[in-house]
């Protein structure tokens, strides 16, 4: 690398270690602003000669890059972004932080995805999903198909891994010339009613969609999720056992074995590394603490949220809700959430946007007591399970309070 990207990285390095050791988080946002700011393309050249695969969506990044990492791990040493910071600091961080490797597996704000692509020229990209997240200060769902398709029409050398349920993530896809599909399932149809293509409604029968005014419609997949398990491009089928909770994440399992397919990683080759996931910083992540047996569930938009329900067992409930900056600072959100699936279950409260979150239990005809503190909600609950189901930063709160758990 020249000298100014030299200098920058070893100053990134040194910034994000000095960030941990004063118990200020992991480094991975002050590491990386600090090295791009002495070389603007220090993610370049630190890029360079590897093999780079992206993961973006609105939904799942950050378990899919996870698994993706652990089943490229299978070709050799990964540089990733575990810890979720998906912005060009946070990538540049990662890639300082590791050192030389052969590969690296990126999570990507879905904002920044043509930014990065351009910048670390990857080899595969995946694309997730695209559903409403944070709309008081991010795009609309077309506008970042939109975003998308154009970036891929201008990188055709790119191998695309797209999922086929989502008309929009297809539309997007459409640009590229090497694609490959798969079926994950999509249970939230709210954001994809209308096709980004020529505006007419989509129609939705059996597993499949097309559009009623043009040619846009599902394609074949060549990776499917079937039962508790993925049916390969060959059409071999395989079990996937995972220690993590919910079908959506047999989705996320699927997609990191078709990445990793990209690279030439054999199905056989990568579930037993998927097994071994267990956590994803704080995600999923379960914590004794008197007497009580503490999950903690991410959920930032409504189609998340759909997911945690689904995941969560019939067990007391915690619900925390923030809306500071990381989050977005509209609420409104919550009304497109039906939150009837936890009816029948000890429900609580708490967070700095309790009151938003209980008249919209309350008109869900959802019981609830409020809370002030993540301590009081514990004492409020009979030793056993408790469910943790909050948005960003009401989750980083609450994960630091059990000491950070990973």
């Known amino acids: ?21 004063a118990g200020r988080g992991d480094g991975s946002v002050i590491g990386g602003w600090i090295g791009l700011k002495i070389d603007p393309d220090l993610l370049a050249h630190l890029s360079s000669g590897r093999a780079v695969a992206l993961v973006s969506g609105t939904n799942g990044k950050t378990t ?46 879905e904002h920044y995805l043509a930014q990065v692509i351009n910048s670390t020229r990857p080899k595969v990209v995946a694309l997730l999903n695209l559903s409403r997240d944070q709309l008081d200060r991010a795009k609309e769902v077309a506008m970042m198909a939109q ?71 599902r394609p074949a997949p060549q990776w499917v999720v079937e039962e508790d398990g993925v049916i390969d491009p060959r059409g071999d089928w395989h079990l996937v056992k995972l220690q993590l909770p919910g079908k959506v994440n047999l989705g996320n399992a699927a997609t990191a074995l078709a990445v990793a397919g990209e690279f030439g990683v054999r199905p056989i080759e990568a579930l037993p590394r998927l097994s071994r996931v267990t956590s994803i910083a704080g995600r999923y992540a379960q914590v004794d603490r008197d007497g009580r047996n503490i999950r903690l569930l991410l959920a930032k938009n409504p189609a998340s949220w759909l997911e945690a329900f689904d995941m969560a067992d019939q067990a007391p409930t915690l619900l925390s809700i923030n809306a500071r900056d990381p989050d977005g600072l509209d609420t409104s959100w919550l009304w497109d959430v039906d939150f009837s699936p936890l009816r029948g279950r000890p429900v609580l409260i708490t967070g700095d946007r309790a ?52």
């Open 1 to 21: 690398m020249p000298l100014r990207a030299i200098v920058a990285t070893t100053a990134s390095k040194t910034a994000a270690a000095l960030s941990r050791a």
């Open 64 to 109: 899919t890059t996870r698994l993706t990492a652990a089943a490229v791990g299978v070709l050799g040493r990964v540089a990733t972004n575990s810890y979720g910071a998906n912005m060009p600091t946070g990538h540049t961080s990662a890639l300082a932080k590791e050192g030389h490797t052969p590969f690296a597996v990126l999570e990507v704000d």
């Open 147 to 217: 975003l998308w398709r154009t970036a891929l029409a201008g990188h055709p050398e790119i191998r695309v891994v797209a999922n086929a349920d989502d008309p929009m993530v297809v539309w997007a896809a459409g640009a590229s010339p090497q694609t490959t599909w798969f079926s994950a399932g999509q249970r939230w149809h709210d954001d994809s009613f209308v096709c980004p293509e020529s505006g007419h409604p989509i129609e939705r029968a059996n597993g499949d969609w097309w559009c009623t005014g043009c040619p846009l419609r």
């Open 355 to 406: 009151y938003d979150l209980a008249v919209r239990l309350q008109v869900n005809q959802v019981p609830f007591q409020h809370v002030q503190t993540f301590d009081d909600a514990l004492a409020q609950v009979p030793p056993g399970r408790l469910e943790v189901i909050a948005n960003y930063t009401a989750f980083q709160d609450i994960r630091a309070e059990l000491d950070r758990v990973n």
